[in-house]
């Protein structure tokens, strides 16, 4: 066996006895490795071809592509492979939470405030985690950068979205480039090496980050400048706020306002609204299209594990012409620590024609429909809040990578790795 990655392998073998031709399929393939470890997979054969001659006869080596596999099994093959690549890196390795959290308050991804909060629901959100990251491959990922057993670098993987997964909980000690780009290098491989498995609907992975953020920039504002294809790679703004409830808010919008379900044609809607200022894969990776309105599996998947993501969306209407759009994620506390799975997104249609006095009946309507006092909002476009005087205390950018596009960001970040 040679050329082992997480999307196949190659073996070479005498062709007298050679049973493998091209394109043959193995719908069950055992592969063995020393100390007992074995993985299986849907196999198919891309190639064979004559590699060399022994005292027997000819040899012929044979590619092996991955097409299916168990994401338990195939993290086993990945956690083998990134330590021989890297002793310092590991995936899905058992991770100590209160060791995390304190790593996240040092390295200052986690505000104190927030770190106290987080605290007062220990337990929870120790259930959380494990049930997540202990357990599930199906839904998440998590990649440690460590040096003498101290965590150095840490970044997290979700899947949200029926065909996405976000990346979070980036955290970089030091010395932090290495650390960042050491983890970084472990995400964009997985990706790389996983999203042909249907098994992982992974067809788009995002990532949320301050627009401030200097390595985030280098790394994804700038990959997907050179990626230059909006059908690959796109990012998008966003304002971002934390509304708390005002008592001189009125609770809810009054006519000819209104807040209703939304139904596809909406959706439609807020998709020709989207392509006149952009071509970028946002409402695509967010499941913000008709054929996928009505979709609850992933819901149900984080239901089995005893699980909350709720999903709910709503028009804001004026004499029954769309306004805009609101995304609701309900999730339980710290499946994100910056709570971006557990707040309102609000896509702007009609940016001169939705009053901030609207937005703020809006947002308190939200809260009193949830029973909760504040909650974070994104909302987009981000030049809406500043043309509107709507305060905001950052901006992010969402990076969408479109998982067929992949080897270019990994080319991107292994220039970065060279430099």
Known sequence: MFNISGSGFGIEESEENSLIMTGMVIPDLEVKFAGG?????????????????NSSGNLVRCGIAIIDIHPADHMKLLSILSKVENDNTYIDNKVDIEASWKFFFKTGMMKPDRYASMRSDNRDIKETYKKLYDSNPDLARHFIYQTDSVIKGHMAMLRFYENSWLIHHEAAGSPIIEARLGVLNQVARFVHDSHRFSSLHMDYVLNYFDSENKFSNLVFKEGSQKINDSKMCSIDAFAYFQYQKDTMDNPKLSRPWKLTKTIPQDLIELENSYRASS????????????????NRGLSGEYEKLGLRRNRYLYSVKKHDTLKAVVLLNLSDIGLNITDLTNCVNIFVLDQEYLPKEVLSSLLSQILLKIKL??????LFPASYAGENSIPFSKMYYLWILNTKGSDQFLTHLDHLVKK
């Open 37 to 53: 470890f074995s993985i299986k997979c849907l196999a198919q054969v891309v190639y064979r071809k004559l590699s060399g001659k």
């Open 279 to 294: 071509n970028g894969l946002m409402l695509k990776a967010l499941d913000l299209l008709p054929n996928v309105l009505m």
């Open 373 to 378: 006092h504040e909650i974070p909002v994104l």
